[in-house]
């Protein structure tokens, strides 16, 4: 079992930054890697970016490509979302998760975090 505890969302202007933190604890987490998805009101959760625990790879969404950052601090067993140049259209719920990247960059979730609310005001 893996458990997942966010931290740092708010509130901010559209154009501010703010940094996500996803706390990460179980026996086995150092098998998992971790993501970040996020859902928006009315609609369905979404892949925002992910990370290999081990080598430190990163995958993206295109639409946060340049923006966002994911990585990942091996000593604090925690993982990071640094988000720049926010927008109202990144207003979400933000969840970690811990689970498998394969070939491809492909990134299947196991373990769910509780989420954090982003919300950009314009």
């Known amino acids: 079992q893996v458990q997942l505890v966010e931290s740092g969302g708010g509130l901010v202007q559209a154009g501010g930054s703010l940094r996500l933190s996803c706390a990460v604890s179980?026996?086995?987490?150092?098998?998992?890697?971790l993501g970040w998805f996020r859902q928006a009101p009315r609609k369905e959760r979404e892949f925002v970016a992910s990370?290999?625990?081990?080598?430190?790879?990163?995958y993206y969404v295109d639409s946060v490509k340049g923006q966002f950052t994911i990585s990942r601090d091996a000593a604090k067993n925690t993982v990071y979302l640094d988000m720049n140049s926010l927008k109202p259209e990144d207003t979400a719920v933000y969840y970690c998760?811990?689970?498998?990247?394969?070939?491809?960059?492909?990134?299947?979730?196991?373990?769910w975090g509780q989420g954090t609310q982003v919300t950009v005001s314009s």
């Open positions: 998760s811990a689970g498998r990247l394969l070939s491809g960059g492909t990134y299947r979730p196991t373990y």
């Open positions: 179980g026996r086995t987490f150092s098998y998992y890697d």
């Open positions: 990370i290999s625990w081990v080598a430190g790879n990163t």
